[in-house]
């Protein structure tokens, strides 16, 4: 069992930075595949980014590329998103998300991971 707590939200005008954090219980979760979801108000929840367990794999989400970097650190059970160039469409509560196995051509579906957290919320301003 994974318990996830995500933390780093806020607000922050358009082209600031924010850096989520997602910490995880549980001895096991340096293996499990991790990824960061999003949801916008009365839009559904769409994958952002993901990271295998060892970090060698790493996929974004077409709009956020080149301005979201994932990251783990096993050694502090913890996931990290760090976004730049923040637009106001960036707003949503981000969700981080984990299973024990990596998802294959599933990655970018909710369906590909068990455990949730209750997710943290981020305001971009205009």
């Known amino acids: 069992q994974v318990q996830l707590v995500e933390s780093g939200g806020g607000l922050v005008q358009a082209g600031g930075s924010l850096r989520l954090s997602c910490v995880a219980s549980?001895?096991?979760?340096?293996?499990?595949?991790v990824a960061w979801f999003r949801q916008a108000p009365g839009k559904e929840r769409e994958f952002v980014a993901t990271?295998?367990?060892?970090?060698?794999?790493?996929y974004y989400a077409d709009p956020v590329k080149g301005r979201f970097t994932i990251s783990r650190d096993n050694a502090k059970n913890t996931v990290s998103l760090q976004m730049i160039n923040l637009k106001p469409e960036d707003t949503a509560n981000y969700y981080c998300?984990?299973?024990?196995?990596?998802?294959?051509?599933?990655?970018?579906?909710?369906?590909?991971?068990?455990?949730w957290g209750q997710g943290t919320r981020v305001t971009v301003s205009s």
């Open positions: 998300a984990a299973d024990p196995k990596w998802g294959g051509s599933t990655y970018s579906s909710r369906s590909a991971y068990d455990y």
């Open positions: 549980g001895r096991t979760f340096s293996t499990y595949t």
């Open positions: 990271i295998s367990w060892t970090g060698g794999r790493i």
